[in-house]
């Protein structure tokens, strides 16, 4: 399995990574993996204001829905329309095409709080 060194990581494994003040969000391949096969992504917070850890979504497979949380507190502004079509992408592609949302960080050294790709290996005995 991979976890991108540029990437911060949280406990209940979704990843984060921060442009300024933008971060995208999605699971990790770890998180998928446990998942199985994904059929739908629900995100009905576009727009909403969150505190850290506070769910912003679901995630829908065959075995299992799961709740999605925030990694850090700030305004969720963007879902990506393309797991409408195609929720297989965060199977496919976890840290890429498979991202679910993009979000106005309140405070970026939140970010930098998060786990590291090694620390986030060691959590889950990869």
């Excluded at 979000?103 to 620390?119: G, H, K, R, S, Y």
């Amino acid at each position: 399995m991979s976890y991108p060194a540029n990437l911060k990581y949280t406990k209940d494994h979704e990843w984060i990574s921060l442009e300024g003040n933008v971060a995208t969000v999605g699971i990790t391949q770890f998180a998928q993996g446990e998942l199985g096969d994904i059929v739908y992504v629900e995100i009905e917070t576009v727009g909403k204001s969150l505190a850290a850890e506070a769910v912003f979504g679901t995630v829908e497979a065959v075995k299992t829905v799961s709740d999605l949380f925030l990694p850090v507190a700030g305004t969720i502004t963007e879902f990506n329309a393309a797991l409408n079509g195609a929720p297989e992408l965060v199977n496919n592609d976890p840290y890429g095409e498979g991202w679910m949302i993009k979000m106005t960080v309140d405070n970026p050294a939140d970010v930098e709080a998060l786990m590291d790709a090694e620390a986030y290996k060691s959590l889950v005995g990869a």
